[in-house]
């Protein structure tokens, strides 16, 4: 950090006019718009190809595509960053995103819980009960792992994926080493099931508190932590 | 007398841009202006959303394909 | 040309949404896929299978691990072009594209300095290790964890929040 500030300048009066703009000027028109917008034309042609050949082979594939073209889009326009909402609260001081999540658990769990309810009420498994996921030794270690490895990779799953869609050559070569982690993660997956994670409990929070109770607690807690979130701001604001 | 102070975040990842504005404007006296040149897409939201949240005057001004300038004048201490 | 002051072009495609905004649209889309699919939103699994398949272009055998047993192996054996987990995944990353396409931002970002090379090695490797140990990334062992009423997505980011706290510290040290 010795090189923070690579350029002064000193001039006699501040350029900046004195308004807080919080919207994009129109950029003045220094380069030709052309290239991009073939490349627009280009993609868009290829994304609908793509999404109907998959539905020649089985439309479920083309619903996933659609699926991951609607996700790639949100993240993307919203700037929603998982890693941001974890890192930046100690790091920056700032909980805008954390927030953002928070509400975003809220509003998931309630739809969530509505479909699982109905599932359970019919005697139909519960959807989505692959991701009530074993609480083990490699829950914790897997999760510091996985918190120091996104700050320093510059996003998680999703952001490194829609980092790379952005053209990010940082974010293609994360991508690669995590495939590669994952490999050898399965590699060893053998010895950590036999002797860490083979009998950890799978707590669905409704067997416990029943469900109105579970996502009550759970809709408290994240309350709790929304509330956490907004003093914490307002306490490092004046940094 | 106020001052400019240009700093480059061209290449850096998020969040190292917000990083060091928040360095280079401890260095600032109330007047100054910073001008922190980013091609990263999100720190062209949240640098602007934190200078503005401590009170300062922002201005945001695209220059090329994924290229930003945000120019922010210190206004509070 | 007119469409790029027009003020829909610039509050939808243009300017970036809110973070409450994004919050609400992934998690519409998280509810409707549940029901439709029967499966909230994972990205892990869809890489897991990338690398199985890499490893099998380049000779490995990942089919005789027991990770790729029983369940996985249909998968493995069907290939890239049949999972659907995949085509969520790379339309991940072709919506993103759109997305900075529409809005004119897109341009290729190349790596400034030999810091950032380790960054990504280290970053991409501590994430793939830690999210076959927690069987999830932020979206898996996360999001769609803690939305399922499942106990292990608040232990997971309980660890997750420590772990971003040492790697910012990293961050600062190392790599800026």
Redesign the interface.
């Known amino acids: 950090?010795s090189e923070t500030i690579s350029e002064q300048t000193e001039i006699t009066e501040s350029k900046i006019p004195r308004r807080s703009s919080s919207?994009?000027t129109?950029r003045k028109p220094k380069k030709s718009?052309v290239p991009?917008?073939l490349?627009?034309a280009i993609?868009?042609i290829a994304?609908v190809a793509f999404g109907l050949y998959?539905a020649t082979?089985?439309p479920?594939?083309?619903?996933?595509?659609?699926?991951?073209?609607?996700?790639?889009?949100?993240?993307?326009?919203?700037?929603?960053c998982?890693?941001a909402s974890?890192?930046d609260p100690?790091?920056t001081g700032g909980t805008?995103?954390t927030?953002?999540?928070l509400?975003?658990?809220a509003?998931?769990?309630v739809?969530?819980?509505a479909?699982?309810y109905n599932a359970y009420r019919m005697g139909l498994p519960i959807?989505?009960?692959?991701?009530?996921?074993?609480?083990s030794l490699?829950?914790?270690?897997?999760?510091?792992?996985?918190?120091?490895?996104?700050?320093?990779?510059?996003g998680?799953?999703?952001?490194?994926?829609?980092?790379?869609?952005?053209?990010?050559?940082?974010?293609m070569?994360?991508?690669?080493?995590?495939?590669?982690?994952?490999?050898?993660?399965?590699?060893?997956?053998?010895w950590?099931?036999l002797n860490v994670i083979q009998g950890a409990p799978?707590?669905?929070?409704?067997d416990v508190f029943g469900w109105f109770g579970?996502?009550t607690i759970?809709l408290i807690?994240i309350g709790a932590l929304y509330i956490l979130a907004d003093r914490w701001e307002s306490r490092r604001k004046s940094l | 007398m106020p001052k400019e102070v240009v700093v480059d975040a061209?290449?850096?990842?998020c969040?190292?841009p917000l990083?060091k504005t928040q360095k280079a404007m401890k260095t600032l006296e109330i007047g100054d202006v910073l001008i922190l040149k980013i091609?990263?897409?999100c720190a062209?939201?949240n640098v602007p959303e934190w200078a503005r949240k401590v009170g300062h005057n922002v201005e945001l001004e695209e220059i090329?394909?994924?290229?930003w300038e945000v120019i922010i004048e210190k206004v509070v201490a | 040309?007119k469409i790029f002051?027009n003020k829909f072009y610039?509050t939808w495609?243009?300017?970036?949404?809110?973070?409450?905004?994004?919050?609400?649209?992934?998690?519409?889309?998280?509810?409707v896929?549940?029901?439709?699919?029967?499966?909230?939103?994972?990205?892990?699994g869809p890489?897991?299978f990338?690398?199985?398949w890499?490893?099998e272009l380049v000779g490995g055998n990942?089919a005789r691990?027991?990770?790729?047993g029983e369940a996985r192996l249909p998968i493995l054996e069907a290939g890239f072009?049949?999972h659907?987990?995949t085509?969520?995944?790379?339309?991940?990353?072709?919506?993103?594209?759109?997305?900075?396409?529409?809005a004119?931002?897109?341009?290729?970002?190349?790596?400034?300095?030999k810091r950032?090379?380790v960054?990504?090695?280290?970053?991409?490797?501590?994430?793939?290790?830690?999210?076959?140990?927690?069987?999830?990334?932020?979206?898996?062992?996360?999001?769609?964890?803690?939305?399922?009423?499942?106990?292990?997505?608040?232990?997971?980011?309980?660890?997750?929040?420590?772990?971003?706290?040492?790697?910012?510290k990293?961050?600062?040290k190392f790599?800026?």
């Open positions: 950090m919207r994009t129109a718009r991009l917008a490349a627009l993609v868009i994304l998959l082979v089985d479920r594939l083309s619903l996933f595509w659609l699926i991951g073209l609607c996700f790639g889009f949100i993240l993307q326009r919203a700037r929603f998982f890693t974890l890192r100690t790091l805008s995103l927030k953002a999540v509400i975003a658990f509003i998931t769990s739809g969530f819980v479909i699982q959807p989505g009960a692959g991701y009530i996921l074993p609480i490699a829950t914790v270690i897997g999760g510091f792992l996985f918190g120091i490895g996104m700050v320093i990779g510059g998680c799953g999703s952001g490194t994926l829609m980092r790379v869609g952005e053209g990010f050559h940082m974010n070569l994360v991508l690669v080493f995590f495939i590669i982690g994952l490999l050898v993660g399965s590699y060893d997956h053998t950590w099931q799978r707590v669905h929070l409704p579970a996502i759970q807690v | 061209l290449g850096e990842a969040p190292v990083i091609d990263h897409s062209m939201k090329g394909d994924c290229e | 040309m002051e610039l495609l243009k300017n970036p949404w809110s973070y409450v905004t994004g919050a609400v649209l992934l998690s519409i889309f998280q509810i896929i549940l029901a439709a699919t029967g499966s909230p939103w994972g990205v892990v890489l897991n990338w690398g199985a890499l490893f990942p691990w027991y990770f790729f072009l049949a659907a987990g085509m969520k995944n790379l339309g991940l990353i072709f919506g993103a594209l759109l997305a900075t396409l529409i004119f931002e897109f341009k290729f970002k190349k790596i400034k300095a950032q090379i960054a990504a090695i280290l970053g991409g490797l501590f994430m793939g290790y830690g999210a076959r140990l927690a069987a999830g990334c932020n979206i898996g062992a996360l999001y769609s964890s803690i939305s399922s009423l499942s106990l292990s997505g608040w232990v997971f980011a309980a660890f997750l929040f420590l772990g971003a706290i040492v790697g910012s990293l961050l600062v790599f800026m």
